[in-house]
């Protein structure tokens, strides 16, 4: 009886320290739009939740409202959404700053090539319905490399290249997300 009881309370314990360290791994975003008046978002569009994988993190997205069809998805240097000014006009999501690229690259090359852009994420499709929930796996990141920083989801693709347009031809940034220190589970 007294070893059932304690097998139990060490079945618990582990049990409890497995799901604290799940709870602790994953990082969730909230997507807001990206707008050029006050704080420099909008309205929630939904979140992006990384979790770690073997080899990389999944990010599974949970966002609606955007137009049908593929987004690039980067993970900016700042974690700032607000907008900025460029060439005299109020830019949204501008003060998020470059990709982030901390080998110093200058070069977009997508989230599989190693000596790119380590902030280029696979891009995000959204479906008919505005909405995109499809999983993606990023091999270069991890956990612990997330936060500090904001992501961005911009208008149009992403070819994972700058040719023949500069950082895979992505059009204005549209929707914003700071990461922080603390995930917000
Ligand atoms: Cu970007």
Known sequence: MRNTAVNITVLLSIFCLNTNTYAESKVRVTLYKATTKGSGVG??????????????????????GLTAGLHGLHIHQKPSCQFGIKNGKRTAALEAGGHWDPNRTNTHAGP??????????????????HQAIHPEFAPQLKIKDLSGHAIIVHQGGDNYSDYPAPLGGGGARIACGIISKKSEN
């Open 43 to 64: 309205v929630v569009l939904g979140t992006l939740t990384f979790y770690p994988a073997h080899g990389g993190v999944v990010l599974v997205p949970n966002v609606q």
């Open 112 to 129: 599989y090539h190693t000596r790119g852009h380590l902030g280029d994420l696979p891009a995000l499709y959204a479906d008919a319905q």
